[in-house]
Nanobody, 113 residues
Framework: QVRLVESGGDLVQPGGSLTLSCAASGIIFSRYAMAWYRQAPGKQRESVAQITSGYITNYADSVKGRFTISRDNAKNTVYLQINSLKPEDAAVYYC???????WGQGTQVTVSS
């Protein structure tokens, strides 16, 4: 059974930083590209960052230079470092193995002063 557990979401002031984690089980983690998505209220879920099994990364234009995706295959975990948080970054963040339909429960990021 595939399980994805996101964590690290919090209430953060604008300009702050946060690191999200996603622990995966039930898959051969090292073989999958992994992606982070986010969904803000009233908006569609969007992909913000991806990392391949070969550690190649890709980012949405809206987050380039502020978000960093990384992975630790020994821990079956993918991370998302978020810097210079903006109010528009507030959303529920999810991770997903690329090309699958497996989703976790998400972790809430709130940006407010």
């Amino acid at each position: 059974q595939v399980r994805l557990v996101e964590s690290g979401g919090d209430l953060v002031q604008p300009g702050g930083s946060l690191t999200l984690s996603c622990a995966a089980s039930g898959i051969i983690f090292s073989r999958y590209a992994m992606a982070w998505y986010r969904q803000a209220p009233g908006k569609q879920r969007e992909s913000v960052a991806q990392i391949t099994s070969g550690y190649i990364t890709n980012y949405a234009d809206s987050v380039k230079g502020r978000f960093t995706i990384s992975r630790d295959n020994a821990k079956n975990t993918v991370y998302l470092q978020i810097n210079s948080l903006k109010p528009e970054d507030a959303a529920v963040y999810y991770c997903k193995p690329w090309g699958t339909t497996y989703w976790g429960q998400g972790t809430q990021v709130t940006v407010s002063s």
